[in-house]
């Protein structure tokens, strides 16, 4: 069993900046692979960035590239999503999720049933 919780959240004006965390629990955090989904209200949830086991390889859905950076620190068991550049449609529930089972080392898994465990997320409000 993993668990995951989610921080960092937060009410910003746009164009500014917010630091997701999420830590999890257990003792083979390094053999995740992590994600990053947000749902805004009556909307699917959607994959906003995934980093590979190693953190060696990354995944950006296109809204984010360039704003937003996913990294991993595996001593800590933790990611973070650093959002930089915020615009009022980027306000949703954010939400970190492990893939316990990707079968290569450097897999980015983008899709919400190819993830096993989730957090309880995080609200982001960006005001304009």
């Known amino acids: 069993q993993v668990q995951l919780v989610e921080s960092g959240g937060g009410l910003v004006q746009a164009g500014g900046s917010l630091r997701l965390s999420c830590a999890a629990s257990g003792r083979t955090f390094s053999s995740y692979a992590m994600g990053w989904f947000c749902q805004a209200p009556g909307k699917e949830r959607d994959i906003v960035a995934a980093i590979s086991r190693s953190g060696g390889r990354t995944y950006y859905a296109d809204s984010v590239k360039g704003r937003f950076t996913i990294s991993r620190d595996n001593a800590k068991n933790t990611v973070y999503l650093e959002m930089n550049s915020l615009k009022p449609e980027d306000t949703a529930v954010y939400y970190c999720?492990?893939?316990?089972?990707?079968?290569?080392?450097?897999?980015?898994?983008?899709?919400?049933?190819?993830?096993?465990?989730w957090g309880q997320g995080t609200q982001v409000t960006v005001s304009s």
């Open positions: 999720a492990a893939n316990t089972r990707a079968p290569f080392g450097w897999s980015t898994p983008t899709r919400t049933n190819e993830y096993d465990y």
